[in-house]
């Protein structure tokens, strides 16, 4: 990271993207795709013409007639609902508009944070991604260049690709935020934040990617490097999303028969992307990929699930989930808590449990009853599959019943279980007000230990905020008490980060967003799933 990013950046430009006072007229209306339309299409309707019609100068055709004009204008506005790109722009407006992130909350997690720590280090790069998701606000990573500096390796392409998720829907932008770190721009660039810098395009760019694929596709062919070539496809699969692209899955198949193991993987996942919901063509490549792949065909290939290889086991798992999210399919069921119970690889049977919190989805209060035998379970991996299978079903609920299984977990002699633990009840707990964070609170305090004073002062101005603003208090509280473990110089690694990226998670969005499977209707979202389970490796 360098001093080019605050040239370029500046300010957030979130601005451009709102719908515009008077829109522009419209160049072309043809292609399938729309072409590169801008935000300004989302403006209201042109007023009514005057009754009297003009005269048409010599030479001119209909087109240029008032009422055609007005019918282009609210073809375009239709289409940009239709495709999106409206509703896209007014998230963006509103999540800056009413960002509520605190930024002190990062700068003492970076104080807490030993910079040669590249674990924790990578984990409050997240953590900031999370908390300014979609707000376009990156003030933290501006104030912080020499901080930024110090990732390496794959840090950097984190870093790199965490600007992906603070512009995510930044369509008009997009392109011309990541510039510098794109391939070819700088001679000295390093390829893992060039990369990165393509995952992040993919990321802005994520199931609207008609601007975006050629260029991510000239870059993917351009590259021998296998850093580039991860980012690339990563970014092709989330930009084309669900569009069975024959050209796109081509190449990204080209990539996945080098041999590679860096860019295999993230070729492995771009074609499950590009063929979501289509598994037909993807059996072809189980037995020669063996990486994870997205499926929402109900016919689970048995070959997955009973193969001799656990990664193609694993994968399974997963197949099983994107099937039957949110069904609570009794047979689903069961084959999870087969392998759960059954399998000889510790990754199956952890994979296999996580996987119950998807089919659960749709009926979040039967899962903490299904996984309480397993988060009691001998073996490590299954109890943290445990946490995460109740976060994923039981997120931004609160249920009591969730957070008490989870209780336990936290102080859990393994120090990935307790990692999870976090994350678990951050996912619960979002959105929650402080009388269904009580149990949790009065927990957490046996677990810290004595608070310092530090910690009491700002308790009591946080008790006093939960009589001003409730919601807004709950999240400094919980913030506090992840901090507590942060900078507990006893505390695991693996607990640390947990805590950290749990403190991302509380205020994702600007505190305006949840984790969700369901929209409000109750319908599933295809790329919640897809995200979730991303998040989930």
């Not at 160049?27 to 009754?51: F, K, L, N, V």
């Not at 990321?203 to 690339?232: K, P, V």
């Not at 590009?274 to 020669?288: A, E, G, K, T, Y």
């Not at 110089?489 to 499977?517: F, P, Q, Y």
Request: with cysteine; glycine share 8%; net charge negative.
């Amino acid at each position: 990271m360098d001093t080019m990013y605050e040239s370029k950046c500046g300010k957030p430009p979130v601005t451009s993207a709102a719908p515009a006072e008077e829109p522009q007229p419209e160049q072309a209306t043809g292609g399938a795709d729309g072409g590169a339309e801008s935000m300004e299409t989302d403006a209201p309707a042109a007023t009514e013409p005057a009754a009297t019609e003009p005269v048409a100068p010599s030479g001119s055709g209909p087109e240029d007639s008032p009422q055609i004009k007005q019918y282009k204008e609210r073809f375009n506005n239709l289409r940009g609902i239709i495709t999106g790109k409206t509703p896209i722009g007014l998230y963006l407006e509103f999540l800056y508009s009413h960002n509520r992130s605190d930024l002190q909350v990062l700068k003492n997690i970076k104080s807490a944070v030993e910079s040669r720590n590249s674990v924790c280090h990578s984990a409050a790069i997240v953590a900031n991604a999370l908390m300014h998701s979609g707000t376009t606000v990156d003030t933290f990573l501006r104030d912080n260049l020499d901080w930024l500096s110090r990732a390496t390796n794959w840090a950097k392409f984190t870093a790199t690709a965490g600007l992906g998720v603070i512009h995510k829907g930044h369509l008009t932008q997009g392109k011309a935020l990541m510039e510098p770190y794109l391939p070819g721009q700088r001679a000295s660039a390093s390829p893992y934040s060039e990369g990165g810098a393509l995952y992040a395009l993919g990321l802005i760019h994520a199931n609207h990617g008609d601007d975006i694929r050629s260029f991510l596709l000239d870059s993917l062919r351009q590259t021998s490097n296998e850093l580039i070539q991860h980012g690339a496809c990563l970014g092709l699969g989330l930009a084309s999303m669900g569009t069975e692209d024959e050209e796109l899955f081509e190449d990204i198949k080209g990539v996945l028969y080098t041999d590679s193991a860096v860019a295999g993987e993230a070729a492995g996942i771009a074609m499950g992307l590009l063929q979501v919901r289509r598994s037909n063509s993807m059996s072809l490549f189980l037995r020669q990929g063996k990486y994870l792949l997205f499926s929402h065909s109900c016919r689970i290939p048995p070959q997955m699930t009973h193969d001799q290889d656990s990664i193609l086991r694993y994968g399974g798992m997963f197949v099983i989930a994107m099937a039957y999210t949110g069904t609570a399919n009794n047979a689903a069921i069961q084959k999870l808590l087969h392998f759960a119970v059954s399998d000889v690889s510790n990754d199956v049977r952890r994979a296999a449990v996580m996987c119950l919190g998807f089919v659960l989805a749709a009926a979040p209060e039967q899962c903490p009853s299904i996984v309480s035998l397993l988060a009691e379970s001998f073996n490590p991996h299954v109890r943290y599959g445990a946490a995460m299978a109740v976060g994923i079903a039981c997120s931004g609920t609160g249920f009591k019943e969730a957070v008490s299984l989870l209780e336990p977990l936290l102080t859990d002699a393994t120090d990935f279980v307790r990692q999870g633990a976090l994350l678990a009840m951050a996912f619960v707990l979002m959105e929650q007000p402080e009388s269904r964070v009580a149990s949790f609170r009065k927990h957490l305090d046996k677990v810290t230990g004595f608070f310092s004073s530090w910690l009491e002062t700002r308790r009591q101005t946080l008790q006093h905020a939960a009589r001003q603003a409730h919601e807004f208090a709950v999240s400094r509280l919980l913030t506090s008490v992840y901090l507590q473990v942060i900078n507990d110089k006893h505390e695991e690694v693996m607990c640390k980060m947990g805590a950290i990226l749990a403190s991302g998670i509380i205020d994702a969005g600007g505190r305006n967003v949840t984790v969700g499977l369901r929209s409000r209707s109750g319908q599933f979202r295809m790329t919640s799933a897809v995200g979730l389970t991303m998040f989930l490796q």
